[in-house]
């Protein structure tokens, strides 16, 4: 399974992003796609997730900025957003959790994976 992430960059305080990311393999299921954050010096926060079924979850600092969503059809998640803050600068990782991946007839449930990461810049 690998997650490929894209549409990171620099933006000026108040400007929109767009990050996508897509899981690719032998997937059978996903349960929740989401996207974590790590500034320098800082530990990895969520950021934002959604599950199969669509319930999200946000960090308090990105509720009402920022919308998680999730093409079940495609494996893919995206993170529409706005009105940011040079406070979200930071590298995105997606994450893909409880995943089910197959090898022929054999199916392997649980695992967690996560992508390489994009840069998020926000100047003010």
């Known amino acids: 399974v690998q997650l490929v992430e894209s549409g990171g960059g620099l933006v000026q305080a108040g400007g929109s992003l767009r990050l996508s990311c897509a899981a690719s393999g032998s997937i059978f299921s996903i349960n929740a796609m989401g996207w974590y954050r790590q500034a320098p010096g800082k530990q990895r926060e969520l950021v934002a997730s959604?599950?199969?079924?669509?319930?999200?979850t946000y960090a308090d600092s990105v509720k009402g900025r920022f919308t998680v969503s999730r093409d079940n059809a495609k494996n893919t998640v995206y993170l529409q957003m706005n009105s940011l803050k040079p406070e979200d600068t930071a590298v995105y990782y997606c994450?893909?959790?409880?995943?089910?991946?197959?090898?022929?007839?054999?199916?392997?449930?649980?695992?967690?994976?996560w992508g390489q990461g994009t840069q998020v810049t926000v100047s003010s």
């Open positions: 959604v599950t199969t079924g669509g319930s999200t």
């Open positions: 994450a893909a959790k409880d995943v089910t991946a197959y090898s022929g007839r054999n199916y392997y449930s649980g695992g967690d994976y």
